[in-house]
């Protein structure tokens, strides 16, 4: 078995087809997944069962083009538009905290400016709604490659680490975090991958932990004064959420513990093997959130703890996938891009996961490939796209497709050639023995 699985994972294109079925079948699951906590519902609500199944697979499309688009351009490309994809994201944020504060302070009835509107994450342009926190991942993903690419050796330097980067962290640790602290969880874990896989020294992990915990108090405290869903007076619940965590479930109050309490029901209903797909009952709102933040209980109540063990592992297989492309790629800009791709996907899993278990606080981070959500699933998919296209460019991917390329028309339809690497240097040889009637050293005599 061993032997078999180990001539699998050496063959030149297995990290490009493992990250295509592990994402794929992420993808079917959470489209699966979301009709089965959507449909009764959406069949009470507007007499269309299929409703919300058909704006995610509307917003699965667009992934899926957005994922083509990736997969096609060149690391240069993405290194250009790194710097607009995260000005964008910026200016999103600052726009969508604007109008909740503007209401959390009373100045405006309604976040509304004009054509702008925004309800909590979401900014809606007209009629077309955008949740900039998303794009915001991905453009420090690009950016945050790119510079620390850029700088190379230089970062031993504390000067050259902290500018640009430092400061543009800061900036969306406030305008993240002021909404939504979970995203800015994943962000903070994006940038620890980076460091990280620059090979950062210790001492600026524990500077940096410093800094995020005391940020990450600040926004807590925050809450009391109308950040996020909060407001002004009201009991703080990024505490609430906090001290709910640290106290057992038994003694707190329904009110306090709702969720946490109906996402263990729905797990102690489940069982090994489920009651059924589509046959649970947590999801006709007894759940909050059941097609989105607690999308996993629904897994466990109906498909059991072996459908949570599935998904659990095609994410083993997606971060190990990830990590294996970042390791082998060459291009420095390639290897730091997958390794943040590859935590923020899994760090995001994790939070999520957690917080339905009772293992972590909840944060109300969706889970990648199963929440329902359209930014959140789209710009995903995108970056599923990138992690392909770097998997094509692994030395021995690369060499095998120019060895025997596809059809004209398929590189036309699906993605170009990669670049070829350097030839291989060739390795010190051994030098001949000399043709002497004495024997060589260590030689037994026949």
């Not at 940038?191 to 940020?215: C, D, E, K, N």
């Amino acid at each position: 078995m061993l032997p078999a699985v180990h001539g699998l994972l050496a063959r030149p294109l297995s990290s490009y087809y493992l990250l295509l079925a592990s994402s794929g079948l992420l993808l079917l699951i959470g489209l699966t997944m979301v009709f089965s906590a959507t449909s009764v519902q959406a069949y009470a609500a507007n007499g269309n069962a299929y409703s919300a199944i058909r704006n995610q697979l509307l917003f699965a499309l667009l992934g899926l083009f957005g994922f083509w688009v990736c997969h096609r351009l060149p690391a240069s490309t993405l290194r250009f538009l790194g710097k607009y994809i995260l000005g964008l994201a910026i200016v999103l944020l600052a726009v969508l905290d604007l109008l909740m504060a503007l209401k959390a302070v009373k100045l405006v009835d309604k976040p509304r400016l004009g054509p702008l509107h925004a309800e909590f994450l979401w900014l809606y342009i007209g009629p077309v709604g955008v949740q900039p926190s998303e794009f915001a991942k991905l453009g420090v993903v690009l950016w945050g490659s790119d510079i620390i690419a850029r700088k190379g050796a230089s970062l031993g330097y504390w000067r050259e680490l902290a500018m640009p980067l430092f400061p543009a962290v800061g900036l969306l640790f406030v305008l993240v975090g002021y909404n939504d602290l979970g995203t800015m969880l994943v962000v903070l874990a994006l940038i620890i991958g980076l460091l990280w896989a620059a090979g950062v020294r210790m001492r600026v992990f524990a500077a940096l932990g410093v800094l995020g915990f005391s940020g990450i108090g600040l926004l807590i405290a925050a809450a009391s004064r109308g950040a996020g869903s909060g407001t002004e007076g009201a009991d703080n619940y990024r505490l609430l959420r906090l001290t709910t965590f640290l106290n057992p479930p038994e003694k707190c109050n329904l009110g306090t513990c709702y969720q946490l309490l109906q996402g263990r029901s729905a797990i102690y209903e489940g069982g090994w093997f489920g009651v059924g797909l589509g046959k649970g009952a947590l999801k006709w709102n007894w759940l909050p959130a059941a097609d989105n933040d607690f999308i996993y209980a629904v897994v466990a109540e109906e498909l059991g703890v072996i459908g949570c063990m599935v998904i659990l592992a095609l994410f083993a297989v997606l971060a190990y996938t990830g990590f294996r492309i970042a390791r082998r790629v060459q291009d420095p800009f390639r290897r730091l891009a997958a390794t943040a791709i590859t935590t923020w996907l899994v760090a995001q899993a994790v939070i999520n996961i957690g917080g339905v278990v009772g293992l972590l606080p909840i944060t109300g981070l969706p889970l990648p490939f199963i929440s329902a959500g359209g930014s959140a699933l789209v710009v995903t998919l995108a970056a599923i796209g990138m992690l392909a296209s770097f998997a094509r460019a692994e030395p021995d991917a690369a060499r095998a497709l120019h060895a025997r390329p596809p059809a004209r028309w398929v590189r036309l339809v699906w993605a170009p050639l990669p670049p070829l690497p350097p030839p291989r240097r060739p390795g010190p040889t051994r030098p001949k023995a000399q043709k002497t009637g004495a024997r060589a050293p260590g030689k037994a005599r026949l």
